[in-house]
């Protein structure tokens, strides 16, 4: 973790919250990020917010740690405007059905999703099964390793079935 006692800690230099927003929008400009993930401390909704109405018009800000699969957690970030993306995550939350109910509260927000495999994963594809069902922007899989291409195939073969 890079944020600790209320500072963003980097090799050379420390950051408020403020300046890591402005940081990371310059970051975003500077190299046209497409999407930035949790690049604010997990409860900061009102810094993802800044960032979001900075920046939300030409990146995904997507809100992992900021949302871990909690409709609670997604409808305050849709008040606040704290971030357009969210990281969905079939295990995290505990239930196929909470998880769709994130996705669903997350859709009529406004926001994109997207799917993820979480750490440990196995070849188990459903993630690539969830991602095309509920229409998520995409999928999070990792880098490629056997558990991750496996899933990769699955979006494949779903692909030729539609």
């Known amino acids: ?15 408020t919250p403020e300046e890591q927003v402005y940081y990371v929008a310059e ?8 999407s930035v993930e949790d690049p604010l401390q997990e409860e900061d909704f009102k810094g993802f917010a800044e960032l979001t109405s900075m920046v939300g018009k030409k990146c995904l800000v997507v809100g992992d740690d900021l949302f871990v699969t ?11 405007g704290a971030a357009n993306a969210v990281l969905v995550k079939l295990n995290q939350i505990g239930t196929l059905t ?25 070849e188990d594809s459903a993630i690539a ?22 899933k990769l195939n699955e979006l494949v073969r779903i692909e030729e079935e539609l």
Do not use: C, N
């Open 1 to 15: 973790e890079f944020y600790r006692k209320g500072r963003y800690f980097y090799r050379e230099k420390s950051l």
């Open 70 to 80: 909690s409709p609670a957690r997604v409808k305050k970030g849709i008040e606040m």
């Open 129 to 150: 099964h969830l991602a095309v069902g509920v229409g998520a922007l995409g999928i999070k899989t990792g880098a490629v390793g056997g558990e991750r291409t496996a």
């Open 27 to 34: 970051l975003i400009d500077r190299y046209q990020l497409y």
């Open 98 to 122: 909470d998880t769709l109910q994130t996705v669903r509260m997350a859709h009529s927000g406004g926001l994109k999703t997207i799917v993820s495999h979480r750490s440990g994963e196995t």
